[in-house]
T-cell receptor, first 117, second 110 residues
Framework: GAVVSQHPSWVICKSGTSVKIECRSL??????MFWYRQFPKQSLMLMAT?????????EQGVEKDKFLINHASLTLSTLTVTSAHPEDSSFYIC?????????????FGPGTRLTVT | GENVEQHPSTLSVQEGDSAVIKCTYS??????FPWYKQELGKRPQLIID?????GEKKDQRIAVTLNKTAKHFSLHITETQPEDSAVYFC?????????FGGGTRLMVKP
């Protein structure tokens, strides 16, 4: 499987500021990464699909101008939460898609806990 | 799009007993069904998966069954241990995008 890291592991920011979260694939060149959000005691909700070298594909209801995704290389995708509000407080997890032929799996990063005060 | 339902939302068993978690999916084109275990505050870890060309897969104490006709799949954990306590998520996928179930909090009482 792929080894995926995220930075930071947790962050506290003030309302109105922006926060950048990095997702790195340490041992696999990932053309596709995914960003999820998980509220306490809830399931993972896909926010967007990040494709290297192209624009991200956002899920319905996710504001692309608020959650900026950049996937500039095969090992790094970033999620920037702009003008953060308390309701953006959540656990953000990225995953890397590994595929070979018809087989694919996703490996998750350790997550970033964002608290907006 | 795909919709995945997972039951039960919480499950409490005695150590040594078996635990069964069930999921149903809506998109008949889905062909990949992974199960993840997530401990509090940590990343989901893939524990077992099954593809639509098989009906059952087993890995030590964990097994997964798939009924494509009925569009449901289940996770079976035998001889449960306290360290099995976690939240388990099923997921379904037709392409490379996963749709997750709501999760099951499993508590194994010693």
């Amino acid at each position: 499987g792929a080894v995926v890291s995220q930075h930071p592991s947790w962050v506290i920011c003030k309302s109105g500021t922006s926060v950048k979260i990095e997702c790195r694939s340490l041992d696999f060149q990932a053309t596709t990464m995914f960003w999820y959000r998980q509220f306490p005691k809830q399931s993972l909700m896909l926010m967007a699909t990040s494709n290297e070298g192209s624009k991200a594909t956002y899920e319905q209801g996710v504001e692309k101008d608020k959650f900026l995704i950049n996937h500039a290389s095969l090992t790094l995708s970033t999620l920037t939460v702009t003008s953060a509000h308390p309701e953006d407080s959540s656990f953000y997890i990225c995953s890397v898609e590994t595929s070979g032929g018809a087989r694919y799996e996703q490996y998750f990063g350790p997550g970033t806990r964002l608290t907006v005060t | 799009g795909e919709n995945v339902e997972q039951h039960p939302s919480t499950l409490s068993v005695q150590e040594g007993d078996s635990a069964v978690i069930k999921c149903t999916y809506s998109d008949s084109a889905s062909n990949y069904f992974p199960w993840y275990k997530q401990e509090l505050g940590k990343r989901p870890q893939l524990i077992i998966d099954i593809r639509s060309n098989v009906g059952e897969k087993k890995d030590q104490r964990i097994a997964v069954t798939l009924n494509k006709t009925a569009k449901h799949f289940s996770l079976h954990i035998t001889e449960t241990q306290p360290e099995d306590s976690a939240v388990y998520f099923c997921a379904a996928s037709e392409s490379n995008m996963l749709t997750f179930g709501g999760g099951t909090r499993l508590m194994v009482k010693p």
